[in-house]
Every structure is written in structure tokens, then in C-alpha cells.
T-cell receptor, first 114, second 112 residues
Framework: EPEVTQTPSHQVTQMGQEVILRCVPI?????FYWYRQILGQKVEFLVS????????KSEIFDDQFSVERPDGSNFTLKIRSTKLEDSAMYFC????????????FGAGSRLTVL | DQQVKQNSPSLSVQEGRISILNCDYT??????FLWYKKYPAEGPTFLIS?????DKNEDGRFTVFLNKSAKHLSLHIVPSQPGDSAVYFC???????????FGTGTSLTVIP
């Protein structure tokens, strides 16, 4: 069964450092997402991406965050200058179409900012 | 602004009995709802969905009920099995949008 793959599974970084989280969505999917879950809290929407541009973003997704699809397969989330509160599980997801479709999630990347 | 709420953080059920997980939403524009199951150290996996044109959708042991007037949905698992022990998230979206809103999750423990 096709799956969304994420790397790294766990990254530890110092506050102020740049972090790039990588995702390979399912090959025939067109919509890509990043969500995060701070420990003990809800899964929060960060950004959606379609046709090589951001289609929606939340208030969390400020200027410190950026997304990119550098080639035909990878979808990356960059945090320019990490803060302690960026520590969370980051989930990449993809779907074939928008709206009434199923999001398929990756296993997540745990980011720990010290 | 929490548009999707799961007010029970945890639930324990005896094996073989029914598990009922509840979810409320505030945005009347939502017209598509999903339930996801999440095991520790894994991403959420899709379980079952329902469109707002229906009030019930069944898939094996899992049934989702939607009450649009109450803005409430529930997931029934019958019979519950120990392997069902996980965190369950409900999610909502609009067909015309591409953002999915998630609840905080309910941790289900099925006791053998």
C-alpha cells in the first residue's frame, strides 16, 4: 500500500538553528500538508500546498516557516530559527484531491528544540 | 479557536463491549468528517468517514453517526478488541476547502 514517508524520525536541535523536515508524499497525490502535534495537545494544521504554491496556512505558519517542493517527489518544511515551542511531532500528509478526501499521514518527525 | 472538540480525553472499555467516542464541531460549513486512529510513534491512520448527506456510515465493527442539527458525531466500535487501544481523532473539513480540522483526541483502552 502506498505510504507517506518522513525523515528524520527524530531530530534534536539547538534553539536558533535551522531545521528541514522532509516528506515524500504518495506519488499520485496532488495536495500536501504539514500538521504538528505538541505533546498532549491536538493535531494542528500548519499549511497546505497545491500546484507548487501554498493554498492555505494557519496562524502558526509564520515567517519562520517555509515549505518547498524542490523536485517531483520531496516536500519539505523548513523552520529558519527554531524556538523551544517548536518542539513537537510534525506530520506530513497528502491527498489526491481536496475537501472530501482522505488525508494519508506519514509516521511523523519528532523535533526537540533545546 | 477549537472548531472540533473531543471532550473525553480517555475511555476504558471491556473487551467485547461497545466503545463510543464522541466529537462535537462548531462550524456549520463542515460537510465531511473523518475518524483517525493513532498508535504511539506512528502517524494517524484513516479509519472511517462520513459525508454530511448521510447520518450513518458503517464499515465492519466501526460505525460513525452524524447528527447535523446537534453538530455532533460519534464513532461506535462493536465489539471492542484490545488491538483497538489507541488515540482516536475526529476531523472535519469542507468539500470546497483543503484544510482539515482535528480534535484533541480520545485515548481508548480496551481491557482484555
Amino acid at each position: 500500500e502506498p505510504e507517506v514517508t518522513q525523515t528524520p524520525s527524530h531530530q534534536v536541535t539547538q534553539m536558533g538553528q535551522e531545521v528541514i523536515l522532509r516528506c515524500v508524499p504518495i506519488s499520485n497525490h496532488l495536495y500536501f500538508y504539514w500538521y504538528r502535534q505538541i505533546l498532549g495537545q491536538k493535531v494542528e494544521f500548519l499549511v497546505s500546498f497545491y500546484n507548487n504554491e501554498i493554498s492555505e496556512k494557519s496562524e502558526i505558519f509564520d515567517d519562520q516557516f517555509s515549505v518547498e517542493r524542490p523536485d517531483g517527489s520531496n516536500f519539505t518544511l523548513k523552520i529558519r530559527s527554531t524556538k523551544l515551542e517548536d518542539s513537537a511531532m510534525y506530520f506530513c500528509a497528502s491527498t489526491q484531491d481536496s475537501g472530501a478526501n482522505v488525508l494519508t499521514f506519514g509516521a511523523g518527525s519528532r523535533l526537540t528544540v533545546l | 479557536d477549537q472548531q472540533v472538540k473531543q471532550n473525553s480525553p480517555s475511555l476504558s472499555v471491556q473487551e467485547g463491549r461497545i466503545s463510543i467516542l464522541n466529537c462535537d464541531y462548531t462550524n456549520s460549513m463542515f460537510d465531511y468528517f473523518l475518524w483517525y486512529k493513532k498508535y504511539p510513534a506512528e502517524g494517524p491512520t484513516f479509519l472511517i468517514s462520513i459525508s454530511s448527506i448521510k447520518d450513518k456510515n458503517e464499515d465492519g465493527r466501526f460505525t460513525v453517526f452524524l447528527n447535523k442539527s446537534a453538530k455532533h458525531l460519534s464513532l461506535h466500535i462493536v465489539p471492542s478488541q484490545p488491538g483497538d487501544s489507541a488515540v482516536y481523532f475526529c476531523a472535519a473539513s469542507r468539500r470546497t476547502g483543503n484544510q482539515f480540522y482535528f480534535g484533541t483526541g480520545t485515548s481508548l483502552t480496551v481491557i482484555p
